[in-house]
């Protein structure tokens, strides 16, 4: 088995390199051709098949230098195969408008962030007049927007400016209140004052009242007991007089039983019993 990478090569003994000339070939006619792989830029549609290609996809394409300039900007053409039915699809680049624009063999999807302002459903590109029209539209109401924007501010500093001027008025009434804080004190004297008043006569009035519960039937202030007087009559002894009134005055005792009286215990469960018929 032959090795994979070769170290050597061989060389006839008939070999004379001075035989090898070098020659320039005739440069191909026509645009520069050369082989890169890319991603379709955009989604497309096979007119031959149907086929849809997405963005993304990627191909082994021909790249084209063209003769084509935009400001100095060369314009290059690609060529790919329809990945179904193998039909050739073209495609250029757009330096005007930043993008690619497809030639032959697809067309390309709908999308609506490419639609221009002036472009409807099949209609034709707006002009620059109508361009310079809609772009004065547009500052016109930027303008408008701006002096929104002004009002919306304006409108924001008179809120602040009648914020601080409530809250002037505020610290002025306090300072007021404040000023007449002595009336206050005065106020607030003379109502203790008043209330002392009041409970200086309720308390005249109370040993007023004491003193007429104290007064005896003739006239004269009942005198309280000393603690020796108390004492005497305490140890005074007992007559037989005063136990014959004190047994009079005590009931005789009973020692009859007194029947225990029975509860009602079905009254108590809310049991009722029925009248009897007879």
Do not use: H
Request: proline share 5%.
């Amino acid at each position: 088995m032959s090795e994979r990478k070769v170290l050597t090569k061989y060389y006839p003994p008939d070999f004379d390199p001075s035989k090898i000339a070098r020659t320039r070939g005739p440069k191909t006619p026509g645009p520069k051709v050369q082989t890169v792989r890319l991603m379709a830029p955009f989604s497309m549609k096979c007119t031959s098949c149907g086929e849809y290609i997405y963005k993304g996809r990627k191909f082994n394409a021909r790249k084209e230098t063209t003769d084509e300039k935009y400001l100095a900007i060369p314009i290059f053409r690609f060529y790919i195969r329809c990945t179904r039915c193998s039909g050739e699809i073209t495609f250029k680049t757009d330096p005007k408008n930043m993008d690619y624009s497809c030639e032959k063999g697809a067309k390309r999807n709908f999308e609506v962030w490419r639609q221009n302002p002036g472009e409807g459903n099949g209609g034709e590109m707006e002009t620059d007049q109508e361009r310079l029209d809609r772009l004065e539209a547009e500052e016109a109401e930027m303008g408008v927007m701006e002096n929104l924007e002004t009002k919306v501010v304006d409108a924001k500093r008179e809120m602040e400016i009648a914020d601080a001027l409530d809250e002037i008025r505020t610290r002025n009434a306090r300072n007021e209140r404040a000023g007449k804080k002595v009336e206050v004190e005065d106020i607030v004297k003379k109502a203790e004052e008043a209330k002392e008043m009041e409970r200086r006569r309720i308390e005249k009035e109370d040993e007023e009242a004491v003193r007429r519960a104290f007064m005896g039937e003739d006239g004269e202030k009942v005198r309280r007991l000393s603690g020796d007087e108390d004492a005497a009559l305490k140890t005074a002894p007992i007559t037989a007089d005063d136990a014959g009134r004190a047994a009079e005055a005590m009931p005789p005792p009973s020692f009859k039983r007194a029947p225990k009286k029975k509860r009602d215990l079905g009254a108590a469960l809310g049991i009722k019993k029925k009248a009897s018929l007879v």
